[in-house]
């Protein structure tokens, strides 16, 4: 799969590369990246066996979405300038996984509430 998507006016390239073959995820311990000087997401493939041994489709599905959005969800904090400006002691906080992971999660249920009293 190779997509692309518009992130506040700039276009980021969605791979999904295997984990085995790619030596960012590999290194990194990682299962996605995004890398905003490329303007470039990748997620990891969760059909293979190597990386997911237990995981069904159904899994699979949900974790490649979930990656996704958390990948597309450091993309939109990079081009809103908050990935190096954010800094704190102990770094910046849009860098921050548990932040990121938490947008990333939350979203569905968030879009839902503002569908549902359109809010949008």
Same mark, same amino acid.
């Given at each position: 799969?190779?997509?692309?998507?518009?992130?506040?006016?700039?276009?980021?390239?969605?791979?999904?590369?295997?984990?085995?073959?790619?030596?960012?995820?590999?290194?990194?311990?990682?299962?996605?990246?995004?890398?905003?000087?490329?303007?470039?997401?990748?997620?990891?493939?969760?059909?293979?066996?190597?990386?997911?041994?237990?995981?069904?489709?159904? /899994?699979?599905?949900?974790?490649?979405?979930?990656?996704?959005?958390?990948? =597309?969800?450091? #993309? !939109?904090?990079?081009?809103?300038? &908050?990935?190096?400006?954010?800094?704190?002691?102990?770094?910046?906080?849009?860098?921050? /996984?548990?932040?990121?992971?938490?947008?990333?999660?939350?979203?569905?249920? =968030?879009?839902? #509430? !503002?569908?549902?009293?359109?809010? &949008?």
């Amino acid at each position: 799969m190779v997509k692309t998507v518009n992130i506040l006016g700039t276009e980021y390239r969605i791979e999904v590369h295997k984990r085995s073959e790619d030596e960012c995820m590999r290194k990194n311990g990682a299962d996605g990246y995004c890398s905003d000087d490329g303007k470039l997401i990748v997620i990891a493939d969760t059909s293979e066996k190597e990386s997911f041994p237990d995981m069904t489709d159904i /899994e699979q599905s949900a974790y490649r979405k979930r990656l996704l959005r958390h990948e =597309i969800t450091h #993309a !939109f904090l990079d081009e809103s300038g &908050l990935q190096h400006c954010s800094s704190v002691p102990m770094g910046a906080w849009a860098r921050h /996984e548990e932040m990121v992971d938490w947008i990333a999660i939350q979203f569905p249920k =968030i879009m839902k #509430a !503002f569908q549902e009293v359109g809010a &949008l």
